[in-house]
């Protein structure tokens, strides 16, 4: 039919239908507009999505590509049948310290940090090279200050110890004694000792509720020396010795920014208490060069690093192998600071029961150390030996 036909039929209907006709059309379009604008919307979300979807990806892809392997050893310095890192008490609750991470702490990655020592020097002469003496000498001057004393006049005589060289610092008018080593550990020493008032008692063998009243008064009597926006105190150990003393140190560490900053100041920054009779005698602030940050590294979780304990890939100087899972009583998360180690790493330490029960019931915890990076990151010396 042509074109002009069906002109001339339409108009021959009655206005109702084609008033209706028209609605129809009306209607039609603008549903059709509807889905339209809608498609439209849509595909623009989904090319968002799967966009930041790819960026993820490949963002993710290169980060991961950014992080060095890192070569590590299970070998252990130190350690034999007569000497190896353990706790002894009579439960492992006893065993007590200011961890601010717990087995449930919802951390997915930690930083890595490269040492600046010169470790082939340490395994070659036995002699530890990398001190930085310009920051040695900084980090002296301000235990200076922070004591009371003029940073700018002070006399400092370098010397080489035994291991690394160490610059440390003496002021004869007030029986202070500042040492400073590679470390930046800032070692202060008393002579004569420092009376704590009598209401305190702050000794070898004090208790744990004894050291927290210490603690308080450590805290505002010695706040500029510590130095610390919020000090959290850290009291740790619980340890029995073989003549059944039990020991704990007592530390402060910076409780500030989030849990992994808090973790860091935990193992890394941290300030020392040392007293006999009452007496405080030393002071330790430790403030590791963490400058070369390596990069921060997916880490396992704590069930997944007792498989590999179970399995055998840890780091320890005990000379007993896991007598199995009921013996492991207890784990947390640290990081080793040795001077041995080419990278401070986060490890995961597990106490493990041994099989050296005494008569009164007294138990022995060897201390076992799982590298707690994901192990595409690792590589092992010593791989061969776990193949």
């Not at 623009?44 to 999505?49: G, T």
């Not at 601010?100 to 890595?112: E, H, Q």
């Not at 235990?143 to 160490?166: C, N, P, S």
């Not at 063998?205 to 959290?232: C, D, F, H, W």
Request: with cysteine; proline share 4%.
């Amino acid at each position: 039919m042509k074109s002009e036909h069906i002109s001339d039929a339409l108009q021959m209907l009655p206005d109702e239908i084609l008033q209706e006709t028209q609605r129809v059309r009306s209607r039609k379009k603008r549903i059709n507009g509807i889905r339209r604008k809608w498609l439209a919307a849509v595909a623009v979300l989904v090319l968002v999505v799967s966009g930041s979807w790819l960026f993820l990806q490949i963002f993710t892809e290169n980060d991961a590509k950014e992080l060095p392997v890192l070569t590590v050893s299970r070998e252990c310095r130190g350690g034999d049948m007569g000497s190896f890192e353990c706790f002894m008490a009579y439960d492992i609750s006893e065993q007590v310290n200011g961890n601010p991470w717990t087995k449930g702490a919802d951390i997915s990655a930690l930083p890595v940090y490269r040492t600046p020592l010169d470790l082939e020097a340490y395994e070659t002469k036995g002699e530890v090279y990398g001190g930085d003496l310009g920051r040695m000498e900084s980090v002296l001057r301000d235990t200076a200050v922070r004591l009371g004393q003029d940073g700018d006049t002070v006399e400092i005589e370098k010397r080489k110890g035994l291991y690394y060289l160490d610059a440390y610092l003496t002021t004869e008018k007030d029986g202070i004694s500042i040492e400073v080593g590679h470390d930046l550990t800032a070692h202060i020493e008393f002579e004569p000792p420092v009376s704590i008032q009598e209401e305190y008692h702050f000794d070898y063998n004090s208790s744990y509720e004894e050291l927290q009243t210490v603690a308080e008064y450590l805290k505002e009597e010695y706040n500029v020396l510590i130095g610390m926006r919020y000090p959290q105190t850290n009291i740790d150990g619980g340890n029995y010795d073989y003549d059944k003393h039990q020991s704990y140190q007592l530390e402060f560490y910076d409780g500030s920014g989030d849990l992994v900053n808090q973790i860091i100041n935990y193992n890394f920054n941290k300030v020392a208490f040392y007293s006999s009779e009452n007496k405080l005698w030393l002071m330790r602030i430790f403030q590791p060069d963490l400058s070369q940050r390596v990069g921060e590294y997916p880490i396992i979780s704590p069930n997944e690093a007792e498989e590999y304990l179970l399995r055998g890939d840890y780091v320890t100087s005990v000379p007993y192998e896991i007598p199995g899972r009921e013996y492991v009583k207890k784990v947390e998360l640290v990081y080793q600071t040795q001077v041995w180690e080419q990278y401070y790493m986060p490890y995961y330490k597990f106490y493990v029961e041994l099989p050296e029960e005494q008569e009164d019931g007294m138990k022995t915890y060897g201390i076992y150390y799982v590298n707690a990076l994901d192990r595409q990151y690792l590589s092992y010396q010593d791989e061969a030996r776990f193949n």
